[in-house]
Structures are given as C-alpha cells and as structure tokens.
C-alpha cells in the first residue's frame, strides 16, 4: 500500500512540562513550539510546504551568496542561485534533503544528513540537530558540523525559527535586544555598510512595540556570552525569547515577516553575516575532522 508524501517528511513531536515542539525531517526544520497552548514559533502546515523558510536549518551558509559564486583556496566556485529577485545562493544546501533520525525520546530527537558535496562545494560534512525540550526552560537547538572530508571547508550556519507570543501580529508587540551594529544592504539585499545602530530606528535596547517597522537587517556587536532577543505580547502577558547560550552565533537576521502577515518575527542566529563566503568576515574554515557546534534556546516568559 502506497502513503501519501508530505514535502516536511515525517513530524517529530516533542512533550516536556507545559511546552511541546514539533520537527521536521526534511530539512531538520522546527516546526512549532508552544507553551501551554500559546505559540511561541509560528507553525505552518504539516503537508504543505514551509513558506518564508520557515524553521529551516541553514547549513553549510545562512542568508545568502551573491551570484552564487564564491572564492575559495584559489578555486571559483558557482552554486545554484535560488532567489532569482536578488541573483543569490541563500540559505545553504539541505533545506529540502531528508535527514535521518538519530536518538529519540519523548523530549528530545537528533537528526543527521551526510553532505557529500556538489560542484559548487565539493566538500563533505557530517550535519546534526539536536531539539531538546527542558520542562523549566524550554527548547535547547543545537546545530552541529564536522569535516569527514581531506580538505579545508569554508562554513558558516543558522536557523530560521518564526519567533511569535500567541500567533498574533507583531505589529502589536515588544521587541528587545542589545546589537551595537546593523548590516544595511542594496536593493539586492547586498550587504554595504556596517553601521553603529545605537539611537537609530534599530536600536530596540529599551522596548518598544514594532508598530509598522519592517526589518529584514543582521545585527551584530551583540553582548559578550551570551544575547537574547524577547517578543512581548502585552495583551497575554506572554513572551517568547530566543537566547544564545554562547559567543557562537556573533550574527542575528531580523525579519518582521511581511511573506507570513506579519504573524510572525525571523530570529535567525547565525555564525556569519551575509555573503560571508566572499567577504571572510566571520566565515569559519574547518579543517579536517574539525567540527563546529552553534546553541541557541526558546523559552517562554510570563507576566
């Protein structure tokens, strides 16, 4: 007897406390997280596809690569461009892969992807995520990359989680966070200046609510340790924070979610900012057998 396909794969359900989560095996995307009923990521159809790269893992490059071409150890590299409105490589190469599921248990599921490599990066990757939900602190992400290859591998990583306090609009929310700096782009969403943010219309280190702000910006010079970006919603007295629990994730991509009504805010931890694969700036090489871990966490806050 045949089954139906679902383009996400098969769904994940996690329990622990009052929060339950819910991954994917395409993609190793999140596809939902609530606290006592309430969301905290915007959820999306199990059997249709994931709009806006909604949960996705974004290995072995977050954001994008302009003209999908790049330079490395000498070699010009070319990778499928896939958004045609910016002429960009975004968001890596196992958006759309089926990965495997490794351990498992009622609160917690890993799930591994062998990266073989393809003529635009003809380098091989062992890939992990990691979900664990904790009862008093909500969900633990855990990104994870280590060279099986014979060569030096440019790399960089993120997650595209839609952060929400009860699947409102945003609009009606709080949003905070501490970013010294705010990466502006062209019309093609190429980076051009790094610039300070603070006093701008991007610094949001005291609250306020996003009203009809749009954002789509990295942001970086974060605090030292660890950084978090909260959403209130003040109606519920409900938010929902994205924390990095280490110095691995010096980037953060902000978008306020236009492709998703609003519903919902993009905080997107990365390891590098934009284009970083021709820039250099934070790009990370890994040397064979060396591996590369980024950690963030969602949790809810009451009150």
């Not at 790269?53 to 994008?64: E, H, I, Q, S, T």
């Not at 070319?78 to 351990?103: C, D, F, K, R, Y």
């Not at 306020?256 to 284009?275: N, Q, T």
């Amino acid at each position: 007897m045949s089954t139906i396909a679902s383009p996400n794969g098969e769904l994940i359900v996690l329990e622990a406390g009052e929060y339950q989560a819910s991954a994917t095996t395409v993609g190793a995307g999140l596809h939902g997280l609530t606290f006592q009923g309430q969301d905290l990521v915007l959820p999306f159809p199990p059997d249709g596809l994931p709009p806006a790269y909604a949960g996705k893992v974004l290995m072995p490059w977050p954001n994008r690569v302009h003209s999908g071409a790049y330079g490395f150890a000498g070699q010009r590299y070319e990778l499928p461009v896939n958004e045609a409105a910016t002429g960009s490589a975004l968001h890596g190469l196992v958006l759309w892969s089926e990965w495997l599921v490794g351990q498992q248990s009622p609160e917690e599921v890993t799930l591994t992807h062998r990266l073989n490599g393809e003529p635009g990066y003809p380098f091989q990757l062992e890939l992990s995520t990691n979900y664990r939900l904790e009862a008093d602190s909500g969900l633990m992400v855990e990104l994870r990359a280590e060279n099986r290859g014979q060569s030096r591998a440019p790399y960089g990583c993120g997650s595209h989680p839609y952060m929400t306090a009860g699947g409102e609009d945003i609009s009606n929310c709080e949003l905070s966070f501490t970013a010294g700096k705010v990466l502006m782009t062209d019309e093609r969403l190429q980076p051009t200046d790094l610039l300070d943010s603070k006093g701008t219309e991007f610094d949001f280190s005291v609250a306020r609510t996003l009203d009809s702000q749009r954002l789509d910006h990295a942001f970086t010079a974060l605090p030292k340790g660890k950084w978090d970006v909260t959403l209130r919603n003040p109606a519920l007295r409900l938010s929902a924070v994205l924390q990095s629990t280490g110095t691995d994730a010096p980037w953060v991509q902000l978008y306020s979610g236009e492709l998703r009504d609003r519903k919902g805010l993009a905080v997107e931890p990365m390891s590098c900012p934009p284009d970083a694969f021709n820039s250099g700036q934070d790009l990370i090489v890994l040397e064979p057998g060396q591996a590369h871990v980024l950690r963030y966490r969602i949790q809810a806050l009451e009150g």
